[in-house]
T-cell receptor, first 112, second 116 residues
Framework: GENVEQHPSTLSVQEGDSAVIKCTYS??????FPWYKQELGKRPQLIID?????GEKKDQRIAVTLNKTAKHFSLHITETQPEDSAVYFC???????????FGKGTTLSVSS | GAVVSQHPSWVICKSGTSVKIECRSL??????MFWYRQFPKQSLMLMAT?????????EQGVEKDKFLINHASLTLSTLTVTSAHPEDSSFYIC????????????FGPGTRLTVT
């Protein structure tokens, strides 16, 4: 089955810096790659997603890139703010309506 | 938007008892729902896929006789933790999608289970 690896496990940046989180997946059939932000005790919140027919997607300060050949995708957050501090998870699924397989998560700390 | 609710939001039970958690899609129908478990400071681990009108599909290592799943309608799936033990204490989260060609999953708010 699918396996998703996520790095780093923790990331500390200064306010205003950029943060990059990387994930690799094992199943070449995977074609949907969402990123979630989760605050303590709350549900995961979708922040951006990308389908395999697209190489890059951007939404204001957040962008995701996908390299299908290498089977990896990355989350880029620019101009980080303290409120970006949270745990971020990448995930993958092979088709619409199937379960998401999550990476282990990255704890992002943004200090002011 | 699509809303998924869970009930209860938290529950404390004694070891050996059973606990039922409900997952509802409030404004859409879901033929498939998913149950995840999240231990402190860990990721969401898929436990099972709940299929309306048929048996659930469990992930490897998840005991189907311990975690009973019932998906009796297009808007409700239930997870019953039977003979709960302290090691079952966790955050249980369900998700559902619109189905068809939609990829996005909508998550419930989660249920914090503590077994004493």
């Amino acid at each position: 089955g699918e396996n998703v690896e996520q790095h780093p496990s923790t990331l500390s940046v200064q306010e205003g810096d950029s943060a990059v989180i990387k994930c690799t997946y094992s199943d070449s059939a995977s074609n949907y790659f969402p990123w979630y932000k989760q605050e303590l005790g709350k549900r995961p919140q979708l922040i951006i997603d990308i389908r395999s027919n697209v190489g890059e997607k951007k939404d204001q300060r957040i962008a995701v890139t996908l390299n299908k050949t290498a089977k990896h995708f990355s989350l880029h957050i620019t101009e980080t703010q303290p409120e970006d501090s949270a745990v971020y998870f990448c995930a993958a699924s092979i088709q619409a309506g199937t379960a998401l397989i999550f990476g282990k998560g990255t704890t992002l700390s943004v200090s002011s | 938007g699509a809303v998924v609710s869970q009930h209860p939001s938290w529950v404390i039970c004694k070891s050996g008892t059973s606990v039922k958690i409900e997952c509802r899609s409030l404004d859409f129908q879901a033929t498939t729902m998913f149950w995840y478990r999240q231990f402190p400071k860990q990721s969401l681990m898929l436990m099972a896929t709940s299929n309306e009108g048929s048996k659930a599909t469990y992930e490897q290592g998840v005991e189907k006789d311990k975690f009973l799943i019932n998906h009796a309608s297009l808007t409700l799936s239930t997870l019953t933790v039977t003979s709960a033990h302290p090691e079952d204490s966790s955050f249980y989260i369900c998700s559902a999608g619109h189905g068809g060609s939609s990829y996005e999953q909508y998550f419930g708010p989660g249920t914090r289970l503590t077994v004493t």
